[in-house]
């Protein structure tokens, strides 16, 4: 018989600072041993939007190395879990506590993470480099989404990129944004002819920055509690459409998940005039739970 072999773990709620809110994330930190596919199969017994697995760093300037699972695939870069995992580095001791400033090493390079100090430390990672794509016709996004073309405002959709292509809809009003809705037979419509998989992120204006909702059931997440990797994007095409200031360390907050009872709070900090020197996105850690898979594989 193959002998049993056991892989603790970490379940973590981020963008949040209660449990059983916010955007769950298993953390395996220590995921040495472990394959690309033995990782898949992982995240996908979980379910969870994102699971990611530890490993030890190739690049001296980074931390540790981690690799984000979908339920159905491996992403590049992705915000909740760049947050969560390095809550549990901290709370695990495998980073020095009194660390405030450190690198990730992703599939996308280097990603930067803050920690601001405190009881309850906020997390912020700077945005990746954010490249826009093609603009979508209203009326097929309406569609597709389940609305009619004046419950969009009079914005094109669009596609940007920060890692995760995500097409940004601008929607009237909260009503609108909780209605939406797309399924994988809308999503191939929207995307045509394009192969890459990709996320729909709608969201509407607040006062104190925008209420949002992401789709993105090709990944294997009908729908994101949370979601770090658009939300940069957001902040740039709201700018860009004069949604929000694009003064020098402009800040606001995007209210995630409501819809789906997993309220979750992603803070915002433009650095520089129109996001010159960054894109923050930075958010809560609450731990759930900690647990061990046994596996004989």
């Known amino acids: 018989m193959t002998p049993e072999q056991s892989h603790p773990y970490r379940v973590v709620d981020v963008f949040t600072q209660r449990q059983l809110e916010g955007n769950a994330l298993a953390v395996f930190p220590d995921a040495s041993g472990m394959d690309a596919a033995m990782m898949q199969r992982i995240a996908r017994e979980l379910n969870l939007a994102e699971t990611t697995f530890v490993l030890p760093a190739t690049r001296a300037d980074c931390a540790a190395r981690v690799r984000i699972f979908t339920p159905r695939k491996e992403l590049l870069f992705a915000g909740h879990p760049t947050i969560g995992t390095v809550f549990v580095l901290l709370d695990e001791g495998i980073v020095p506590i009194e660390t405030c400033d450190l690198l990730i090493e992703e599939n996308i390079g280097p990603v930067a993470v803050r920690i601001d100090s405190g009881a309850r430390p906020m997390l912020w990672l700077s945005t990746p480099p954010i490249t826009a794509g ?146 923050e996105v930075g958010g809560h850690v609450t731990p759930v739970a900690t647990a061990s898979m046994r596996l004989a594989l």
């Open 134 to 279: 093609r603009q979508y016709e209203p009326r097929l996004c309406a569609e597709v989404l389940g609305l009619t073309a004046n419950e969009l405002l009079d914005i094109p959709p669009q596609l940007l990129n920060a890692g995760n292509p995500t097409v940004l809809v601008a929607l009237r009003d909260k009503d609108a944004v909780d209605r939406a809705w797309i399924d994988p037979a809308g999503m191939r419509l929207l995307r045509g002819a394009d192969t890459e998989f990709m996320c729909v992120f709608v969201f509407t204006p607040t006062a104190t920055g925008a209420y949002s909702r992401m789709f993105a059931p090709e990944y294997g997440i009908a729908e994101d509690p949370a979601t770090g990797s658009s939300t940069g994007p957001l902040a740039a095409f709201m700018m860009r459409h004069g949604l929000v200031s694009n003064a020098n360390d402009t800040r606001f907050v995007s209210e995630q998940g409501a819809k789906m009872e997993r309220r979750s709070f992603l803070h915002v900090r433009v650095r520089g005039e129109n996001g010159a020197d960054g894109i």
